[in-house]
Structures are given as structure tokens and as C-alpha cells.
């Protein structure tokens, strides 16, 4: 299956990030908040959303840093996802 989000809504997996020491002792993922950053998998069409014009200015493949408490995890085929509106996204990084 794959998910094609509608209007404004972006789909995105989000990046793990392992913690390591300067001594180089891996700290387990329990021991500190998911980061807000995220790979772009699917992007919705924009267009005329809530009596706006929407431009979608993020792609595939492009890896962001979105809004702490947004969004709405979905789990499809044993990976996790997070579909957000393009607003809560926060910034491309480049």
C-alpha cells in the first residue's frame, strides 16, 4: 500500500537519531524526546485549501524539521509515518 496525502497534508518518516558520547557509548532512544526531524515521503497536490491558494514548497526526499506536538502518526506495512499540514512544517534543511 502507499499513502498520497490530500490537499496541504505532507507525509513524513521520521529520521532516528542515535545519541552517542564523545567516549562513544550508543544511549538508547528511550532516554531522550523523538527529534522533530523528518524525511518528506509523499506530498499532497495544494491547490484551493480552506478558500486559499496553497503552494506546496516541499518535495519528496527533502528532510525537515516540523512543529513538536503536530501531526498524526500512522503505522502502514510495519513502518511508522506522520502526516502533517505544510504549515507545521518548520524548515527545509539543506
Do not use: F, H
Not at 9 to 16: C, T, Y
Amino acid at each position: 500500500m502507499k499513502l498520497v496525502p490530500l490537499g496541504d497534508r505532507v507525509v513524513l518518516k521520521q529520521l532516528v537519531a542515535e545519541e552517542t558520547t564523545k567516549s562513544g557509548i550508543v544511549l538508547p532512544g528511550q532516554t531522550k524526546e523523538k527529534p522533530q526531524q523528518a524525511e518528506v515521503v509523499a506530498v499532497g497536490p495544494g491547490g484551493n485549501v480552506d478558500g486559499k491558494e496553497v503552494v506546496m514548497q516541499v518535495a519528496a526526499g527533502d528532510q525537515v524539521i516540523y512543529s513538536k506536538y503536530s501531526g498524526t502518526e500512522v503505522e502502514l506495512d510495519g513502518e511508522e509515518y506522520i502526516v502533517v499540514r505544510q504549515n507545521d512544517i518548520l524548515a527545509v534543511i539543506k
